[in-house]
């Protein structure tokens, strides 16, 4: 049990403005995004053993219908009601190998029919696809061309043992080859004709962890054209499509530039929760680790300083809605529940939920729809916060927060931030990643020799149990100025404080 964990979260407005670091700040992204997508996606209910149906899907969803916040048209939010894999047919796709709705899960209601019903109740509709064609449609034609598409395929094999570029009934692409943009032109226009508006594209190489040893998880080492693809597609069939890459995609060059202007969100990490198993803390850590690598990359590189960041982070589902012991979807504790809401929301990251929207409870409705939590939201959609040493650690104001960590967000130019105080507690990671002592955590030279000085070294401290102070000065936040007059949005559900309660004036240190 994390019980100690206490994370909480104030806004800040300052009386006489000064920043003294750069100020990361996203952008418009390649579909022209200014804020991370909420709603609902099935994957943590199949990972529990539901059944994936549309009905279901509904079911979930409803809690979001015409429920969303009125401010949508000012702040851009879009809210999701998102399928995960297993919604299409696994081994073939139609006439033209495009993937196709599988009668099972649409038994009771069209593809059509449902993202209908999801558009009339104001939220937008989501699928899952993973790169490349069925091996089984080889001898199929692209739609338009006289191109087969196993003509396409990609069959050299890769550096790794002699593997293929097949995998999960499917063969990755070669895609310089003429015909591959018509392919993914051809399944955007389908999907844009059942009313999709946003692709969670998965199996995403570099990254998804292609190279952990595991025979059985072979992906194509390197399928970013599908990206490039889907993207084109999108732009030429449905502007305004979103599309999320998965998951732990590397985030070095050459491929950072290329998934900024070409995807919307980017996954960070693996899933937080395990199979049938109530999701843990340890695994939200190594989330928020990779959060803060990645945070770091954006604000202590040179060259991507003062720059808009124009894709969002995905940081897998949120599991925040409903109490552990009503659902066993969830395994958090209620101060692990504000912990996760706190980061994500902190992050700018994606907001979409995974819990039973059935059974949720006073805290979730909190969580996911204050007035105040969501005006945070869309403050940090514009303005993500980044990691600072508490006053009371090594290094003070340092980027290489461990247990004990500041966050700050913003000043934007009228004078407010957000702060996050935490404490993320012992390190609970099961697999043994948060000591960031490991050599898998990117494919990229800088993490094997730690020459970045964004991945610097740093651990848990095991021996800090219970309730510990945090402690941080305007100085270590790097904003200085005279005065910041304080509220506190959420206090951590613990003894971090009662929420939506004004804390007063803080001032800056002689």
């Known amino acids: 049990m994390a019980c100690q964990t206490i994370i909480s979260l104030f806004a800040l407005a300052a009386t006489t403005l000064a920043a003294t670091i750069p100020v990361p700040f996203y952008g418009k992204s390649a579909s022209g995004k200014i804020s991370p997508p909420r709603g609902w996606n099935s994957f943590v209910a199949q990972s529990n053993g539901v059944n994936l149906t549309v009905a279901m899907v509904d079911e979930q969803c409803s809690f979001f219908y015409n429920s969303t916040n009125p401010e949508n048209t000012v702040t851009g939010f879009d809210y ?26 649409f038994g009771t209601m069209s593809i059509q029919g449902f993202a209908a019903k999801v558009h ?9 696809m993973i790169p490349g064609a069925f091996t089984g449609d080889a001898e199929k034609l692209v739609k338009g061309t006289n191109i087969t598409i196993g003509s396409l395929f990609n069959t050299t094999e890769d550096t790794r043992d002699g593997i293929s570029n097949a995998y999960n009934a499917r063969n990755d692409f070669n895609y310089t080859m003429p015909g591959v943009q018509e392919w ?18 998965d199996y995403v190489t570099p990254g998804s962890d292609y190279l952990n040893g595991d025979t059985n998880s072979i992906k ?18 449905a502007p305004g499509m979103e599309l999320d890459i998965s998951w732990r995609v590397d985030r ?6 290329l998934w900024q202007h070409n995807a919307d969100t980017i996954r960070l990490d693996r899933d937080i929760n395990f199979q049938a198993n109530p999701v843990t803390w340890g695994p939200t850590q190594r989330t928020i680790e990779q959060y803060r690598v990645f945070i770091n990359q954006q604000v202590l590189d040179s060259t991507r300083q003062n720059k808009p960041i124009m894709i969002r982070p995905d940081m897998d589902n949120l599991l925040i809605a409903t109490p552990s012991e009503s659902s066993s979807w969830s395994g958090y504790s209620k101060i692990e529940r504000y912990a996760q809401a706190i980061l994500w929301i902190g992050a700018g990251a994606n907001l979409i939920n995974g819990c039973n ?21 869309a403050f940090t ?22 247990q004990l960590q500041a966050w700050i967000a913003g000043p934007n130019d009228t004078g407010t931030a957000i702060v996050v105080l935490s404490n993320l507690g012992p390190d609970e990671c099961w697999d043994n990643e948060c000591s960031y002592n490991n050599k898998r955590s990117y494919n990229d030279e800088c993490s094997y020799n730690n020459e970045c000085s964004y991945k610097n070294k740093y651990s848990y401290n095991a021996k800090r149990t219970g309730d510990q102070f945090v402690n941080v000065t305007l100085a270590d ?11 506190r949005i959420l206090g951590g559900g613990g003894r971090g404080g009662e929420d939506a309660t004004d804390v007063g004036v803080t001032v800056a240190r002689c």
Request: net charge negative; with cysteine; glycine share 10%.
């Open 252 to 257: 070095e060059e050459p491929f950072w530039d």
């Open 381 to 402: 959609a514009n303005y993500p916060m980044v990691p600072k040493n508490p006053s009371n650690t090594k290094e003070p104001g340092g980027p290489n927060a461990s």
């Open 477 to 487: 936040l790097g904003i200085g100025g005279e005065k910041w007059v304080a509220r």
């Open 220 to 237: 194509p080492a390197n399928d970013n054209g599908a990206v490039a693809c889907m993207h084109n597609a999108i732009m030429k069939h």
């Open 80 to 105: 999701v009601c998102g399928f995960d894999s297993g919604w299409s047919v696994p081994y073939n796709g139609d006439e033209y190998g495009r993937i196709i709705p599988d009668d099972t899960v």
């Open 120 to 128: 009339q109740n104001g939220m937008k509709f989501g699928v899952y």
């Open 357 to 377: 929207m059935t059974e949720v409870d006073d805290l979730g409705k909190k969580l996911l729809t204050d007035p105040e939590v969501l005006d945070v939201a």
């Open 184 to 201: 993914h032109d051809s399944v955007v226009e389908l999907f844009s004709s059942w009313g999709v508006d946003f692709v969670k594209l």
